[in-house]
């Protein structure tokens, strides 16, 4: 069964310091990763995904992920952080053997960066 | 332009009546969405409508009716809710089901509050 998992329930960060959010997954065959972020209040707002490719994908706002395949990760980052940034952060994976598409998602990462 | 609109914004209704939520998309996706979250938690899938039918049912309570009249629109009807049907209720769409590396946009949601 696929699954998603993020250790930090709040990351607090300085401004202008570098953010790291933290993702691990497990799923059997090729997994599709995803980045959502929800301000207060509000939907969720697609950030950035993984397919194939680069390890290293950008995404809006500034953020970046890395996918390591031998860690089964796929953390967030930044290399400046913004006060505007905080929000609740979510990761996700599509894909794998006898997956039905459905997006499973973490717990959620709240970030807070203070000025 | 990446847009799911929800109407209304917040509902608040009492257990005896009937209300619905509805959902918009303009960008030729065919499958669409309903979501339900709570407070600081990970969004859970409700339905899955893929070209304009039921194609997953997360074994949702029949109170909760979806129906999906065309393929730019989805509607969730509610009736005899509890107070514990409470939340965040979004709608969400992607290009197919099918295809797990196609991201899944979301609208901004709906308040439900039942007293």
């Known amino acids: 069964a696929q699954s998603v998992a993020q250790p930090e329930d709040q990351v607090n960060v300085a401004e202008g310091n570098p953010l790291t959010v933290k993702c691990t997954y497990s799923v059997s065959g090729n997994p599709y990763l995803f980045w959502y972020v929800q301000y207060p209040n509000r939907g969720l707002q697609f950030l950035l995904k993984?397919?194939?490719?680069?390890?290293l994908v950008k995404g809006s706002y500034g953020f970046e992920a890395e996918f390591n395949k031998s860690q089964t990760s796929f953390h967030l980052k930044k290399p400046s952080a913004l006060v505007s940034d905080s929000a609740l952060y979510f990761c996700a994976v599509r894909g794998g053997s006898g997956n039905t598409g459905k997006l499973i998602f973490g717990q959620g990462t709240t970030l807070q960066v203070k000025p | 332009d990446t847009e799911v609109t929800q109407t209304p914004k917040h509902l608040v209704m009492g257990m005896t009546n009937k209300k619905s939520l509805k959902c918009e998309q303009h960008?030729?996706?065919?499958?669409m969405y309903w979501y339900k979250q709570k407070a600081k938690k990970p969004p859970e899938l409700m339905f899955v409508?893929?070209?304009?039918?039921?194609?997953i049912n997360e074994s949702v309570p029949s109170r909760f009716s979806p129906e999906c009249p065309n393929s730019s629109l989805l509607n969730l009807h509610l009736h005899a809710l509890q107070p514990e049907d409470s939340a965040l209720y979004l709608c969400?769409?992607?290009?197919?089901?099918?295809?797990?590396?196609?991201?899944?946009?979301f609208g901004e949601g709906s308040w439900l509050t039942v007293v």
């Open positions: 409508y893929s070209y304009e039918k039921l194609s």
């Open positions: 960008m030729g996706h065919r499958a």
């Open positions: 993984y397919i194939t490719g680069d390890n």
């Open positions: 969400a769409s992607s290009l197919l089901t099918g295809s797990s590396g196609n991201t899944i946009y």
